[in-house]
């Protein structure tokens, strides 16, 4: 029962995040020139869009685990 209640929690901070931040952002080097000993790297900022549904899911979810737990409980 523990568990159930410990990723109930987990999963509602999840959801709180994801929705909070909608995507995680990320930096990347990637060479552009490379001669010799002259070198060019450039920083190239991405996203991984999170879809709002996937917070809702989790915050649903752990939701109904920690209701479930408190009636079995």
Same mark, same amino acid.
């Given at each position: 029962?523990? /568990?159930?209640?410990?990723i109930?929690?987990v999963?509602?901070?999840?959801?709180i995040?994801?929705? &909070?931040?909608?995507?995680? /952002?990320?930096?990347?080097?990637?060479?552009?020139?490379d001669?010799?000993?002259i070198q060019?790297?450039t920083e190239?900022?991405k /996203?991984?869009?999170?879809p709002?549904?996937v917070?809702?899911? &989790?915050?649903?979810?752990?939701i109904?685990?920690?209701v479930?737990?408190?009636?079995?409980g």
């Amino acid at each position: 029962m523990k /568990t159930n209640m410990l990723i109930a929690i987990v999963l509602i901070a999840i959801g709180i995040i994801a929705f &909070a931040y909608q995507g995680i /952002t990320y930096t990347t080097r990637e060479k552009v020139l490379d001669i010799g000993p002259i070198q060019m790297t450039t920083e190239k900022t991405k /996203t991984l869009p999170l879809p709002p549904i996937v917070g809702a899911v &989790a915050l649903v979810g752990g939701i109904v685990l920690l209701v479930m737990g408190k009636k079995n409980g």
